[in-house]
């Protein structure tokens, strides 16, 4: 395996946003529904019919699967690329706040790709003027390799999340009593 990517940078991070082991069922019930439809026709089309839903939506599968990949230059993710230089703060979320940053704190401009099988973000600030997006979004297995691999940490290291984590303290001392 190589380290540095065509353009000749070294490469960072990478990672593949494989589907989950629980996914794969999908591509199996729906080639099963696609079987039993055409069984009443005849047995053979309704099992070559299946056949061939199967290996048509695991093929699907695997070719969508995106990539993260962090260079000297520049961050891909997906099918978008941006370069380095304009990306400004990087967060890492896992958990709860992960949850909160898919949903109720989104930014409707936001790029994002999104697996909801992982429960790992990271934000990344654009700091380009002539963006009006406001960050990119993704799922990852390793927020902490990812935020670390563009300077920047995991949520419960900043500010917010070390207030957020006091006042939960302060809650269950305040239950307690």
Request: aromatic fraction near 8%; avoid cysteine; charge should be negative.
């Given at each position: 395996m190589s380290n540095s990517s065509p353009?000749?940078?070294?490469?960072?991070?990478?990672?593949?946003?494989?589907?989950?082991?629980?996914?794969?069922?999908?591509?199996?019930?729906?080639?099963?529904?696609?079987?039993?439809?055409?069984?009443?026709?005849?047995?053979?089309?309704?099992?070559?019919?299946?056949?061939?839903?199967?290996?048509?939506?695991?093929?699907?599968?695997?070719?969508?699967?995106?990539?993260?990949?962090?260079?000297?230059?520049?961050?891909?993710?997906?099918?978008?690329s941006i370069e380095r230089k304009y990306i400004g703060e990087v967060i890492g979320y896992r958990g709860e706040e992960g949850f909160k940053q898919r949903g109720q704190k989104l930014h409707g401009l936001a790029y994002m790709l999104l697996r909801g099988w992982i429960d790992g973000v990271v934000r990344m600030e654009v700091i380009d003027e002539r963006d009006t997006t406001p960050y990119w979004l993704t799922s990852t297995r390793r927020p902490e390799e990812l935020a670390a691999a563009l300077s920047g940490v995991m949520y419960e290291f900043t500010d917010e999340g070390i207030s957020e984590a006091a006042k939960l303290e302060e809650a269950e001392d305040a239950s307690d009593d």
């Amino acid at each position: 395996m190589s380290n540095s990517s065509p353009e000749g940078s070294t490469v960072l991070f990478s990672e593949k946003l494989w589907p989950s082991a629980s996914t794969w069922i999908w591509p199996i019930i729906i080639a099963i529904t696609a079987g039993v439809a055409l069984a009443p026709v005849n047995a053979i089309v309704g099992w070559v019919a299946g056949g061939v839903v199967l290996i048509s939506l695991v093929v699907v599968f695997l070719l969508r699967v995106p990539t993260i990949e962090v260079t000297n230059d520049l961050v891909t993710v997906g099918r978008a690329s941006i370069e380095r230089k304009y990306i400004g703060e990087v967060i890492g979320y896992r958990g709860e706040e992960g949850f909160k940053q898919r949903g109720q704190k989104l930014h409707g401009l936001a790029y994002m790709l999104l697996r909801g099988w992982i429960d790992g973000v990271v934000r990344m600030e654009v700091i380009d003027e002539r963006d009006t997006t406001p960050y990119w979004l993704t799922s990852t297995r390793r927020p902490e390799e990812l935020a670390a691999a563009l300077s920047g940490v995991m949520y419960e290291f900043t500010d917010e999340g070390i207030s957020e984590a006091a006042k939960l303290e302060e809650a269950e001392d305040a239950s307690d009593d």
